[in-house]
């Protein structure tokens, strides 16, 4: 069999030119349509939701919180299996997509899950924290930058790296910025209690100022003409010197005795 088909290809010069070249033509082709990325994109179809419910034992947490999520979830024609974990305190589920459903497919199934798990939510039980969805924990990222400025505050930095991030986002090919490292402004005052004590002043008046004095309020609006005019009330804070000259009326005008940062 093998010595006929050689044979045939030797006399039949024609049909054998003919098909080394659709073999050669083809393979050029399909070589120069192979993808080269360094990083190749990947899909993953799972997504995670997270529960707390703290002091619950793992009995409960599968009755009260895992159950009901896992009926709302696998209503989803979507969903290919469904795997739960409940332990103290804690339910966890992670939700596995059909492989029919490509990349393009995902965000609007992300949000038909979130939709179904946000339904149920006014059924748990009191002290069940709002379920956490994670879709995007697949994310992989191509480059880290790290932004450092000698001389420069942190306000400062945050404010560039900001700016730096704004950017990047406009950039083509670029998914997804995420910012790391970021710290929470907090602003620390220590009061003398001893001096308190001799003012006869309660620290439960200093607490209270503190939390109403920098709220946003409506102060309704004045209409003159066919125009609306906000009244902004004054009295925020504007800077953290600010803060430390707060006026205490209580058995009398004072100020804050001690601030620190």
């Not at 599968?62 to 209503?75: G, H, I, S, W």
């Not at 950017?167 to 910025?177: P, R």
């Not at 409506?218 to 600010?242: L, M, Q």
């Amino acid at each position: 069999m093998k010595q006929n088909i050689a044979t045939y290809f030797i006399k039949n010069s024609v049909v054998s030119w003919m098909l080394t070249l659709i073999f050669v033509i083809g393979g050029t082709i399909a070589f120069l349509g192979l993808g080269r990325l360094e990083d190749p994109a990947f899909t993953l179809k799972d997504a995670m939701i997270i529960t707390s419910y703290p002091g619950a034992t793992p009995q409960q947490v599968e009755e009260e919180v895992t159950y009901p999520l896992e009926k709302a979830v696998q209503q989803l024609v979507y969903v290919d299996k469904v795997k739960s974990t409940s332990s103290r305190g804690l339910s966890q589920i992670t939700v596995s997509m059909k492989n029919n459903y490509g990349p393009e497919d995902l965000p609007q199934i992300w949000d038909e899950m979130r939709r179904k798990v946000t339904d149920i939510e006014n059924t748990f039980p009191p002290g069940v924290y709002k379920p956490r969805i994670i879709d995007d924990f697949g994310d992989v990222y191509g480059i880290l930058l790290a932004v450092t400025g000698d001389g420069y505050s942190y306000a400062e930095l945050n404010d560039y790296v900001d700016y730096l991030r704004r950017e990047l986002e406009l950039v083509d090919g670029v998914g997804k910025v995420q910012v790391s490292g970021v710290q929470q402004e907090q602003v620390f005052i220590e009061i003398s209690m001893q001096r308190l004590t001799s003012l006869g002043i309660d620290p439960q008046v200093i607490f209270g100022l503190l939390e109403t004095q920098n709220v946003v309020s409506d102060a309704g609006a004045i209409r003159i003409g066919n125009e609306y005019i906000r009244i902004h009330p004054t009295g925020e804070f504007a800077s953290v010197k600010e803060l430390g000259d707060l006026i205490i009326s209580d058995s009398g005008a004072q100020g804050l005795s001690t601030f620190a940062m």
